[in-house]
């Protein structure tokens, strides 16, 4: 496809507004944690009348915002405006992220649903939904689903709930989690340690965080000084924060980011950084610290391998990519979730 082909979204400035999402409904599916209505806005390419077929094409995987990925997401977040793209964050953290990680039915895919259906569903619009399953260092497809209904997603993600999930027998005292360099700078992106994991990790366990490259806390100067400002102090104090604080009610994927990067104090967080970040910064957010290199002494990553491990007698559970995997208890997935 010849690059002038491709069309950029850029969400703040490319959208056209369609309607809304009430407050009404939002506020039923959150049984009332949030009550704001959201704007349905799409790329305005969309709504021009060029196309006879939009083929929307994605894979279906656990997802920490929605529960699992694609289908209406694509249109209402992919190429959507910034209040659905902020305002679904904020949904999902403040229902809870235990309750949406890896579900098919959660409030935020109601509200895209809505949303998408009611003023979107006229568009010619076919979703081609893969599941692929990852064996060892290769992926291979499972599943391959085609349609325009809802019915189409849940067939796809019932098959992903089966092939795209680590569930484990017991819970996870300790794990220790590697982050990239040449992926991980940031606890924006780092923090998928924290969420990926949390349905497994056992109350009062530990989780151990290697950040050879750590080097901030947002992927931009604006939400960075927001995380340093706030930290990660847990979903009441984030909610109030809000509730008080316009740059925070101006900035709801940031707030958002603040409730998923926190352990709600269940498990203790040690972030291991190399030198291009402070202990005593790592500190302020609301983090335990330690410094990589006394950590790969003890947690070498070159040395363990994926899945339980004995480090100096005790048991460690090790995760090489937290993008790459959700864990969970088996009790909390069973076949008929």
């Not at 390419?45 to 656990?62: F, R, T």
């Not at 067939?155 to 996870?172: E, M, T």
């Not at 972030?271 to 790592?282: T, V």
Request: hydrophobic share 40%.
């Amino acid at each position: 496809i010849p690059l002038e082909r491709y069309l950029p979204h850029h969400w703040r400035e490319d959208v056209r507004e369609v309607g809304e999402v009430s407050s009404e409904f939002i506020s039923k599916v959150s049984e009332g944690r949030v009550d704001y209505a959201m704007k349905v806005a799409v790329n305005k390419a969309l709504l021009e009348g060029k196309y006879d077929l939009m083929l929307s094409i994605g894979q279906i995987v656990p997802h920490e915002v929605i529960g699992m990925a694609n289908y209406t997401k694509n249109i209402l977040i992919g190429v959507g405006g910034g209040d659905s793209i902020h305002k679904s964050h904020y949904l999902g953290a403040a229902f809870g992220m235990e309750r949406i990680m890896g579900r098919v039915n959660t409030p935020v895919r109601a509200a895209l649903n809505e949303g998408f259906h009611k003023y979107l569903g006229h568009l010619p619009m076919c979703f081609l939904l893969t599941v692929m399953e990852k064996q060892g260092e290769d992926l291979f497809m499972r599943g391959f689903y085609a349609g325009d209904d809802d019915q189409t997603f849940e067939k796809a993600c019932k098959l992903s709930q089966q092939v795209n999930f680590d569930l484990l027998p017991k819970p996870i005292k300790k794990a220790v989690v590697y982050l990239d360099p040449r992926e991980f700078k940031t606890t924006w992106l780092g923090n998928k340690a924290i969420y990926r994991l949390r349905m497994a990790m056992a109350d009062e366990g530990e989780l151990i965080i290697l950040a050879p490259e750590l080097k901030g806390f947002g992927e931009d100067p604006a939400i960075d000084q927001l995380i340093r400002k706030y930290g990660y102090r847990g979903t009441p104090y984030i909610l109030k924060a809000v509730s008080e604080n316009k740059e925070l009610q101006d900035n709801l994927s940031a707030a958002a980011h603040l409730i998923h990067g926190s352990s709600e104090g269940r498990f203790k967080v040690t972030y291991c950084p190399g030198k291009d970040l402070s202990l005593e910064e790592i500190k302020a957010v609301g983090f335990e610290v330690l410094k990589y290199d006394e950590a790969s002494k003890i947690y070498n990553p070159e040395l363990l391998k994926d899945g339980w491990n004995q480090v100096q007698g005790e048991e460690i559970f090790y995760v090489s990519n937290p993008a790459l995997g959700l864990w969970a208890l088996q009790e909390q997935f069973p076949a008929s979730s």
